[in-house]
């Protein structure tokens, strides 16, 4: 039997049956046509077809910086009535620390609680929680950079701005003596300057110079008193 009739009639015996089935190629109909198809020749073939390269990751303080920058802006959005960027001041800054003092995980007792001024406080108590003053100071500064590289104005940087400089300070000073813990400054290490170092040396000098001329004195004593000495017994 003629192998082209018996395809027809397969298929017709197919068609007869109601087209139980769909009418997909097979391997055995186009014994050349490959089962599966694979773009990747295709697309390493176009020049114009390239794949970016990953976006650089971003450092802790970086992603940190990003957060706080979002969070302020989304703020400013919610303000009542809603402030834009330009019209922002250091006023605004402060209520927005304020603002976050609800937020805080650091207790702050008021002056009339028994553990007022006390590092180490045996019991609870009833004062609130607050932002501590080194997360507000770090947060100040990584606002301050992100307004400039926002494209603000220096001079008008709010987070910069006096008021907000007292503001840190007076919490510094305040949580300093609720919580009992004094606030001491580090001293940065400057390096030296060249007026600096020959000073050190001259003064280095001035001892050897001192240490030279006590020697010599003491040596010329000496041999004096061993000459008047042998002038006496002579």
Not at 110 to 129: D, E, I, W
Not at 198 to 210: H, I, K, Q
Request: proline residues 10%; hydrophobic residues 25%.
């Amino acid at each position: 039997m003629d192998p082209s009739a018996r395809r027809s009639g397969s298929s017709g015996g197919g068609g007869g049956g109601g087209g139980g089935g769909d009418l997909t190629p097979s391997s055995l109909d186009f014994p050349n046509l490959p089962t599966t198809i694979s773009l990747t020749p295709i697309l390493s073939s176009t020049p114009d077809q390239t794949i970016p390269p990953p976006p650089p990751t971003l450092s802790r303080y970086e992603s940190q910086k990003r957060r706080d920058w979002n969070t302020f802006l989304h703020y400013l959005q919610n303000h009542k009535p809603p402030l834009s960027l330009p019209r922002c001041s250091g006023a605004h800054v402060i209520e927005f620390l304020r603002y976050l003092d609800q937020f805080g995980k650091t207790k702050v007792h008021s002056l009339g609680c028994a553990f007022f001024g006390h590092p180490s406080p045996p019991g609870p108590c009833a004062c609130p929680l607050r932002q501590a003053w080194g997360s507000l100071d770090a947060l100040i500064g990584r606002l301050r950079a992100a307004y400039d590289e926002s494209g603000g104005i220096p001079d008008t940087n709010p987070f910069a701005s006096r008021a907000v400089r007292f503001y840190l300070r007076d919490v510094r000073d305040s949580q300093a003596k609720a919580r009992g813990i004094p606030y001491h400054k580090k001293k940065r290490k400057r390096p030296l300057t060249d007026a600096a170092v020959a000073e050190s040396s001259s003064s280095r000098s001035d001892v050897g110079l001192d240490e030279v001329q006590g020697s010599t004195s003491t040596g010329g004593a000496e041999a004096g008193g061993r000459s008047s000495s042998s002038s006496s017994a002579s």
